[in-house]
């Protein structure tokens, strides 16, 4: 059997034709407008029609009367099915009954679409064949007459008396009621008080005589539909009775309208409740909640965006969301725009950016927005985003970098940035590209200054030289603080003649000044050694040390002097002087003249010792010398590698010897991470002393990392699988990015004791260690400070939340016997910072 599928809608037409075929009953012809479907129709023996009720061209009901009219091939009572995007159940079986139809049926019902042909094809009635009536009448030939005019429109049964027509009107159910006021035993008032009073709504129709009509009126307000007299026409009953059905239909399609409007209110309330409560929940939000349009303008906004912009939100919308973003950055505003631009042609997914907003009142702000491609209904790409205000962020970041790369005291540029400005000059030396100039500076007789009037007094001194030497030198020139009261200046472009005259005006620059404390009034001066960047030598490690040599052949000759290197330097009377100072600690470390004190490093928040710190001295001669004054020969002299070897070895029998150390920080100097028998040797005295590798801390400084990060990295993780833990050593004087922060896989990070010294009267130094802290706790780092000193600052400190701190108001350094004697109780030496 052929069966026709007229739809328009080319998916529906797929869905509805693999329903009706899952059948096996019929051969699908489709149709996708009303002239195709009246062509197939003339042409072929149709045996049955499925139709949406909007098909181009004509619509369903017309081709519905078209087919019941028998002017197509087919035969005019086949089986119609129409299909329905909206629905009341109701009208779609009246307007079925008044059109021939045998169903209407909403789409989503298209499942039952073959039972209903079945149905139909079996000869079933439907709810479309005739319209059910109960007639209540006692005389036989009206009863008759009845019938015969409406058996082809309605359904009838027949009840002669009252009692009969309630007996069937309980047990069945039925459209109209015809109903004779005259009756024998039960009246015909009592039968209409019954049925109204269980179904008010019921359809009864009255029939009376003319002498009646006065309780025909009657029974009409008491809730009859109509009424009609004796003896009627044929054509009077039927249209009584036709307007009768069409009341009722009008009643049950009035009250499911009405309920469908009170459920449509309902869950429009319901919306509506749901999205005040989103949008409140967006509007309590400090994040910024954007929708921008495939347009790039914005579609929606929470009001975070006028607490972070100070623009309104009703300004805001349909605004281009690129104006708002700050315009003195170009480069920056266009990869803003690129991206954006990317996600709405769907060629980036998300992505997250920090730029900065301009604010109404013309400030800028830092934020991060993450964006994320969507599409609406129409299939354009749309931009959901969250922005935060990260502006507090950026700002420690930059004075952070800022740290990594200056010198905290002085502002100058550190001994990181240096050596590499150092190299770059070198670099381009060696491409014939200079000549450049490196004056190496340093204080003469500084220590006494420092030592009489301390250490504050010292740091303002400093200050006032830097600022001095500043003043002397060209916009293009570097000058920066290299060590303690050491400076180094580069100088680009420049003659060894000019580097030479430029000296000298240092020295008296320098000697000029009147440093004046308590009245009293000191004097300094500084020796200059000057090395020629020329392209000679194999890098700036080299130009460096002729410039220290020099600088050492200044201060041999009486100080207050300018040198500059030559290679008969390296033989003079200075270097061999120098050269037997490190022979000196070449021999002392060899003989075993190494001593190790520890200070201890305690846990903020139990006052307990966690570890400690194992710090190196050197006795020669019966005296203590201390790291400051042999570390750095040695590093000069490239044999800083033998230090580390015997301090990791003796500090790892000490582990072994003295079992009540919890755990040991163990100091690695920037050379240790090129040093590749350093590893080995490690897990070589681990297993000699059968030492518990969680027992072992090693720090290493931020500046020595970033050397050979790649180095460190291995050397990190290697150390770190047999079970030694890694901090971070100054942090805050080293790093340019916190990328390498990252990458180092260390637990815990030290702050730079020059921030936590001050902390309680810098505001500074407080807001970078705050920063510091935080960032090592979002990092799963734990942070360790340095430099504790009195009682307020490590008050501070614990408020902060830093989880360990060590300083002289804990401990100071000594010998291992003073902390861990039985007798001795290490609570007393922090009882004063619980």
Same mark, same amino acid.
């Given at each position: 059997m052929k069966l026709l599928l007229v739809n328009s809608n080319k998916d529906n037409c797929i869905e509805i034709q693999q329903t009706i075929e899952s059948a096996g009953k019929f051969d699908v012809i489709c149709a996708e407008s009303g002239t195709e479907a009246i062509q197939c129709l003339r042409r072929q023996t149709i045996h049955a029609v499925v139709t949406d009720i909007d098909i181009e061209g004509l619509d369903g009901w017309r081709l519905s009367r078209m087919v019941r009219s028998g002017i197509f091939r087919c035969a005019a009572d086949i089986p119609i099915v129409v299909l329905?995007?909206?629905?009341?159940?109701?009208?779609?079986?009246?307007?079925?009954?008044?059109?021939?139809?045998?169903?209407?049926?909403?789409?989503? $019902?298209?499942?039952?679409?073959?039972?209903?042909?079945?149905?139909?094809?079996?000869?079933?009635?439907?709810?479309?064949?005739?319209?059910?009536?109960?007639?209540?009448? =006692?005389?036989?030939?009206?009863?008759?007459?009845?019938?015969?005019?409406?058996?082809?429109?309605?359904?009838?049964?027949?009840?002669?008396?009252?009692?009969?027509?309630?007996?069937?009107? $309980?047990?069945?159910?039925?459209?109209?009621?015809?109903?004779?006021?005259?009756?024998?035993?039960?009246?015909?008032?009592?039968?209409?008080?019954?049925?109204?009073?269980?179904?008010?709504?019921?359809?009864?129709?009255?029939?009376?005589?003319?002498?009646?009509?006065?309780?025909?009126?009657?029974?009409?307000?008491?809730?009859?539909? $109509?009424?009609?007299?004796?003896?009627?026409?044929?054509?009077?009953?039927?249209?009584?009775?036709?307007?009768?059905?069409?009341?009722?239909?009008?009643?049950?399609?009035?009250?499911?309208?009405a309920d469908k409007v009170k459920e449509l209110r309902e869950r429009e309330k319901a919306y509506r409740d749901i999205s005040h409560a989103h949008q409140q929940l967006l509007d309590n939000m400090t994040t910024v909640v954007i929708e921008i349009s495939h347009k790039g303008e914005i579609n929606f906004l929470n009001k975070a965006w006028t607490e972070l912009t100070g623009h309104p939100v009703d300004s805001t919308i349909s605004q281009p969301f690129i104006e708002f973003i700050c315009p003195k950055f170009e480069a920056e505003q266009g990869i803003v725009e690129d991206t954006l631009t990317d996600i709405l042609a769907g060629k980036v997914q998300s992505c997250t950016l920090e730029f900065k907003l301009k604010h109404q009142d013309d400030i800028d702000i830092w934020v991060e927005g993450r964006f994320a491609a969507t599409q609406d209904q129409k299939q354009n790409w749309l931009i959901t985003a969250t922005i935060d205000?990260?502006?507090?962020?950026?700002?420690?970041?930059?004075?952070?970098?800022?740290?990594?790369?200056? =010198?905290?005291?002085?502002? !100058?540029?550190?001994?990181?940035? @240096? =050596?590499?400005?150092?190299?770059? !000059?070198?670099?381009?030396?060696?491409?014939?590209?200079?000549?450049?100039?490196?004056?190496?500076?340093?204080?003469?007789?500084?220590?006494?200054?420092?030592?009489?009037?301390?250490?504050?007094?010292?740091?303002?001194?400093?200050?006032?030289?830097?600022?001095?030497?500043?003043?002397?030198?060209?916009?293009?020139?570097?000058?920066?603080?290299?060590?303690?009261?050491? @400076?180094?200046?580069?100088?680009?472009?420049?003659?060894?003649?000019?580097?030479?005259?430029?000296?000298?005006?240092?020295?008296?620059t320098v000697k000029s000044g009147h440093y004046q404390f308590d009245g009293q009034v000191y004097k300094l001066s500084c020796s200059v050694g000057v090395a020629s960047i020329n392209g000679n030598a194999k890098d700036g490690h080299e130009y460096l040390k002729q410039a220290d040599i020099a600088l050492y052949v200044a201060k041999r000759r009486g100080r207050d002097l300018v040198h500059v290197y030559s290679e008969k330097d390296r033989d003079s009377e200075d270097l061999r002087d120098t050269i037997e100072w490190i022979h000196q600690l070449q021999q002392a470390i060899a003989n075993d003249q190494i001593i190790l004190h520890f200070q201890p490093v305690i846990h903020c928040k139990t006052g307990k010792v966690a570890y400690y710190e194992a710090l190196v001295r050197l006795n020669i001669d019966d005296k203590l010398i201390y790291p400051g004054s042999f570390i750095p020969a040695l590093e000069r002299a490239d044999d800083i590698k033998l230090l580390d070897h015997q301090v990791v070895g003796?500090?790892?029998?000490?582990?072994?010897?003295?079992?009540?150390?919890?755990?040991?920080?163990?100091?690695?100097?920037?050379?240790?991470?090129?040093?590749?028998?350093?590893?080995?040797?490690?897990?070589?005295?681990?297993?000699?002393?059968?030492?518990?590798p969680k027992r072992i801390i090693f720090e290493l400084t931020e500046s020595a990392s970033l050397t050979n990060l790649a180095g460190t990295v291995r050397m990190i993780e290697r150390l770190t699988q047999i079970g030694c833990d890694f901090s971070i050593d100054d942090f805050g004087t080293g790093f340019s990015t916190f990328t390498y922060l990252k990458q180092l896989p260390a637990k815990s990070v030290k702050i730079d004791g020059s921030f936590v010294k001050d902390i309680t009267t810098d505001p500074i130094d407080l807001a970078l260690v705050r920063a510091i802290h935080d960032i090592a706790k979002s990092l799963n780092k734990v942070s360790v400070a340095e430099f504790v000193e009195d009682q307020e600052t490590l008050n501070l400190l614990i408020e902060l939340g830093v989880d360990y701190a060590q300083g002289y108001h804990i401990a100071k350094p000594a010998s291992i016997d003073n902390f861990i004697e039985p007798e001795l109780d290490v609570s007393k030496l922090i009882s004063t910072a619980l």
């Open positions: 329905a995007a909206t629905w009341c159940e109701h009208i779609a079986e009246t307007t079925a009954r008044e059109f021939g139809i045998n169903k209407l049926l909403p789409y989503e $019902d298209i499942s039952q679409v073959n039972a209903v042909l079945d149905q139909a094809l079996s000869g079933a009635r439907t709810t479309s064949d005739k319209v059910s009536m109960l007639v209540v009448e =006692d005389n036989e030939s009206i009863q008759e007459i009845v019938e015969r005019i409406l058996q082809h429109r309605f359904d009838v049964t027949i009840a002669e008396t009252g009692e009969r027509g309630i007996e069937l009107w $309980d047990r069945n159910s039925y459209d109209i009621v015809l109903l004779d006021v005259m009756l024998p035993g039960l009246s015909g008032e009592k039968v209409l008080e019954y049925i109204m009073a269980k179904s008010p709504s019921q359809a009864v129709i009255i029939m009376t005589a003319h002498g009646t009509i006065d309780m025909a009126e009657t029974m009409i307000i008491q809730g009859a539909a $109509d009424f009609i007299t004796k003896p009627f026409r044929a054509e009077q009953l039927r249209r009584v009775c036709e307007i009768a059905s069409r009341r009722e239909d009008f009643m049950i399609s009035n009250r499911q309208f205000d990260i502006t507090k962020r950026k700002q420690a970041e930059f004075k952070l970098e800022h740290l990594a790369l200056h =010198d905290t005291l002085t502002n !100058l540029h550190n001994r990181y940035y @240096f =050596d590499n400005e150092l190299n770059r !000059l070198s670099i381009l030396a060696s491409r014939g590209e200079g000549p450049h100039a490196l004056l190496y500076i340093d204080l003469d007789h500084f220590k006494v200054i420092n030592d009489s009037q301390g250490h504050h007094q010292g740091d303002m001194v400093l200050k006032e030289v830097a600022n001095a030497i500043k003043s002397k030198i060209r916009r293009s020139d570097l000058l920066c603080r290299i060590g303690g009261d050491e @400076f180094a200046l580069l100088l680009s472009h420049s003659s060894m003649l000019a580097a030479h005259e430029l000296a000298e005006q240092i020295c008296d003796k500090a790892i029998k000490y582990l072994a010897e003295y079992p009540q150390i919890p755990r040991m920080a163990i100091n690695l100097s920037a050379h240790a991470f090129s040093d590749e028998k350093l590893t080995p040797l490690i897990e070589h005295k681990i297993r000699q002393y059968r030492v518990n």
